[in-house]
């Protein structure tokens, strides 16, 4: 398995893995597999300048997903937000999300980030139980976080400090 983080001509290759994401887990995102419906190529080179991300590969196929996004105002520079995370359902239970949350968080503290926050839905227990195990704390919780037709989800939140072994406190 290959971890390669996406350059500006990279869009496209963004755009797949993002919609093959909504696709196969639509109640694990906030996005809508229709909220980009009319992407064009140049729509998701710009939704990837927004953020740093990363995919890994199973040869030369995309598997998986990680992105990072990070806050331009000075006071808020220290924390980063972990976003758009994805692991195919062909590749599960391989490491392939430890791979790219370890991609992340390098990024992260290679940018002098203290913090990385992400939210789940409260639902997913497979992925609670992961960010758990990664030593994500915990922090609050959204309730209706987001909604999918009639029906609201509500969203975990977690925090991770990156200059500390013994968590938050």
Known sequence: MKIRRLQAGDGALFGEIRLEA???EPFSFAAHLSDYAEFSSKDWGRALASRTAFVAFDGD???GLASLLSEALSRLAHRGMVTNVYVSPRVRRAGVASLLLDAVE???????MVQL???VNAENAGALSFYESRGYERIGLVPRGFRHGDRYFD????ALALDSTTGLA
């Open 22 to 24: 909504l696709r196969e």
């Open 61 to 63: 196929r995309p598997v």
């Open 106 to 112: 390098t990024e992260a503290r290679a940018r002098g």
């Open 117 to 119: 926050e992400l939210a």
């Open 155 to 158: 969203e975990v939140l977690f």
